[in-house]
């Protein structure tokens, strides 16, 4: 290992023990982090190696020499005052498994759902034709949404706010449940659990706190329709859901609440390769509510056929309702 690494990892692990990381030297930090593998143990050795020296243990030098050397050389007001005794040392040792975490990327098929356990204690649930990409720093844990939908159960730890971001609308907790969705135009958030804070990327400073059964969507720019000003400025509009339920596609159902017919197909044509087609217009304003199986689209034709009079009529890729 080199001297200069060390010399590095020496001043972020005095920076992260003492809580002064801004959003910029989270991203330096993350930045080194990335640039080589050997950097993520030279950090977690000169954390250990600190813990152990803010306690009074000699064993640092021992078990973590180059390390130790280059933490007790530090100048004494830059050292950061840690937690004592055995919650100090459990920090240390906790800190391994997302100190060596390298990003990874999740992704579904058409039809698919899909649990990941996260290294944090976190679980990600994806919905149908999604992917994320998860990157655990230092400081952040850091989930992208790249297309599609996923819920969240988030683990606590406030000192690493967990962020996801979807196409510039970010949303942090630290222990909670959520989902986030990206549609045609719009992100969808909506909190299960907890609260979240909902935010533009390009305006940082207008937060918006969303709580359990919950849910708002806010406007995103498209491929050649940029966002008005008043979408931009204007703060998203807050709904109410269902507090602390699951969304229903996690057990492979959908809920729809005076949903239209032609929104409801459209919903169900996300899981299935049987595309429901509503021909008649008047069929398509229809409202509809009720919970239905992904899975079974011949049974949501069916049923709004019962309901509106329709004429069903398929072939093998196709469901077509109408007069």
């Known amino acids: 290992m080199s001297s200069d690494i060390d010399d590095v990892a020496v001043h972020w692990a005095l920076r992260v023990d003492a809580n002064s990381l801004d959003g910029a030297e989270r991203s330096a930090m993350d930045a080194w982090l990335a640039r080589d593998p050997r950097h993520r143990g030279a950090l977690f050795r000169a954390r250990a190696a600190l813990t152990l020296l803010e306690n009074g243990d000699d064993t640092a030098q021992d078990a973590i020499p180059?390390?130790?050397?280059?933490?007790?050389?530090?100048?004494?007001?830059?050292?950061?005052?840690?937690?004592?005794g055995v919650a100090a040392a459990c920090a240390a040792v906790l800190a391994l498994p997302w100190l060596l975490t390298t990003p990874s990327a999740y992704q579904t098929v058409k039809g698919q759902i899909r649990e990941v356990a996260l290294s944090d204690g976190s679980i990600a649930v994806l919905n149908t034709d999604s992917r994320v990409e998860v990157d655990y720093g230092i400081a952040t844990r850091r989930i992208a949404l790249g297309r599609g939908e996923a819920w969240f159960k988030v683990a606590h730890n406030a000192a690493r706010p967990f962020i996801v971001e979807a196409d510039g609308v970010l949303v942090r907790a630290t222990g909670t449940a959520f989902s986030v969705r990206e549609r045609e135009g719009a992100v969808v958030v909506a909190v299960t659990e907890g609260s979240v804070e909902v935010w533009r990327g390009d305006r940082a400073g207008r937060r918006v706190?969303?709580?359990?059964?919950?849910?708002?969507?806010?406007p995103v720019a498209t491929p050649g329709q940029p966002l008005p000003a008043t979408a931009t400025n204007a703060p998203p509009r807050i709904e109410q859901v269902a507090a602390g339920e699951a969304p229903a596609w996690r057990e492979g159902g959908v809920a729809f609440n005076e949903t239209s017919v032609e929104d409801a197909a459209a919903e169900l044509n996300r899981y299935n390769q049987v595309t429901l087609h509503v021909a008649d217009p008047a069929i398509a304003r229809y409202r509809i509510t009720g919970y239905f199986e992904v899975a079974k689209p011949a049974q949501f034709a069916d049923a709004v056929a019962r309901i509106t009079g329709a004429h069903v009529s398929r072939n093998r890729n196709e469901i077509f309702i109408g007069k």
């Open 209 to 218: 706190t969303l709580r359990a059964g919950t849910m708002a969507s806010l």
């Open 66 to 84: 180059s390390a130790t050397a280059k933490v007790s050389a530090a100048p004494q007001r830059r050292r950061a005052p840690v937690l004592a």
